[in-house]
């Protein structure tokens, strides 16, 4: 007869004992399943992890298996550990990794997963775009849309926050929507379209795929465009805050980073905000445009899809920036700088993001990508990606603005 394993044992203790026996008991599940794991800690890190582990642990009021445990161990790790920023370091050269991530200080593996809500899938439905060849002629090497287009170089170059909630899905398209309408109208469009309402409405009951802060797919972001449009709407302010230029539906939430250690930003919750209600007004009551006015719409039923890497320049270069996914692994919070190519780690899911053009850096060419962190992640809130890497090339979506 198999005997149970130490941890097993110890789970069913913790759950059985008094609470003032269970502090050391759950010492010891901790330790056993850092051995299994073989994690290297700095102290500031374990301390990190096991306070994360405990508070998560003294939630739950179910019995918790032994296999639930070593997942619960693994969710509540942090995200950005110093052994994981040397692994990458140490085993290529096109992208630094480091720790100092205000976005990420304290965030565990769980946190990151929250802000991966983009479903990939669905391309079956779409119609690929293809420049002629005579149009990708004399493409140049390099692009910056905030360059390309100096007259939205504040639009494009914003960088949002979608704080604890997975709606990346709606950020990058609403991103992208955002900065052609700047591009069509010669610049004389510089407010910002809601991606809180893009959360909140494109939902099963209008026709999308999507679930709010639990995650959605950006093709039907961009028939929800189409069929219900878009409000205008800033990053989060608060109500007493608001001010007519902060347009019909400010984002919900407000920007956030982890436990206090960067001053600019307050703490991000441990858990997933909740789906904001979808609404048929104005949240910002200083707001003078109705809500059945004020709405910004594409041209396109379903969005145009590129695949062929000199038509996404193309399209860049002539309607600007374009939203796009890809897989997140776990060494990608830590990026830096230079050109990232997947190293290390699990994968923690899909993640929406707009391109914003391309280059080269040491014979790697990259897409330039805005995310949706806020600038205290990454190069200032961008990042640099290598070309095809982590399925970046494919679900890449561009509409036409309505005007």
């Known amino acids: 007869m198999a005997q149970p394993s130490p941890l097993s044992i110890l789970a069913v203790l913790f759950l059985c004992i008094a609470p003032a026996i269970a502090g050391r008991e759950l010492r010891s599940i901790f330790d056993d399943l850092k051995t299994q794991r073989n994690l290297v800690y700095t102290p500031e890190e374990e301390a990190q992890h096991f306070s994360r582990f405990e508070d998560e642990l003294q939630t739950k009021s179910e019995f918790m298996s032994s296999d639930k445990m070593v997942e619960l ?4 790790r942090p995200a950005i550990m110093q052994s994981l920023v040397d692994e990458i370091n140490s085993k290529q050269n096109t992208w630094t990794a480091s720790t ?32 002629p060849p005579e149009d990708l002629l004399d493409l140049p090497d390099s692009f910056d849309a905030r360059d390309g287009f100096k007259e939205c ?6 960088v949002r926050d979608q704080s604890a909630c997975g709606s990346c899905w709606a950020f990058g398209t609403v991103e992208a929507v955002n900065d052609r309408f700047c591009i069509k109208s010669g610049g004389k469009f510089t407010e910002m379209l809601s991606a809180g309402e893009m959360t909140a409405c494109c939902n099963l009951f209008h026709g999308c795929l999507a679930f709010g802060c ?43 980073a982890h436990h206090g250690k960067e001053p600019d930003y307050p703490d991000c919750p441990s858990h997933a905000h909740s789906t904001p209600a979808c609404s048929s007004s104005c949240h910002n009551k200083k707001y003078g445009t109705p809500f059945d006015e004020d709405r910004y719409y594409t041209e396109d039923y379903l969005p145009h899809w590129f695949l062929h890497t000199d038509s996404i320049k193309k399209e860049i270069m ?16 830590s990026y830096k700088s230079g050109v990232y190519k997947h190293t290390t780690g699990s994968l923690l899911g899909g993640h929406g993001v707009e391109i914003i053009g391309w280059g080269t850096e040491n014979g790697t060419p990259f897409w330039l990508v805005k995310n949706s962190w806020n600038d205290e992640w990454g190069d200032a809130g961008f990042f640099k ?13 561009g509409g036409t603005p309505k005007v």
């Open 73 to 76: 161990y693994d969710e509540t």
């Open 100 to 131: 100092e991530q205000g976005r990420f200080y304290g965030a565990s593996i769980g946190d990151v997963k929250i802000l991966c809500g983009t479903f990939m899938n669905g391309t079956e439905q779409l119609k690929e775009k293809i420049y």
């Open 153 to 158: 170089k504040d639009v494009i170059g914003h």
């Open 214 to 256: 639990y995650g959605g797919n950006p093709i039907t972001a961009w028939t929800f465009l189409k069929a219900k449009g878009v409000v205008t709407g800033s990053d989060f302010v608060p109500e007493r805050y608001m001010n007519w230029c902060n347009g019909c539906w400010p984002y919900d939430f407000e920007e956030c």
């Open 318 to 333: 002539t309607n600007g920036p374009v939203s796009a996914a890809f897989l997140v692994y776990e060494d990608f919070p």
């Open 385 to 397: 990606i290598a070309q095809g890497d982590c399925g970046i090339n494919a679900l890449i979506l």
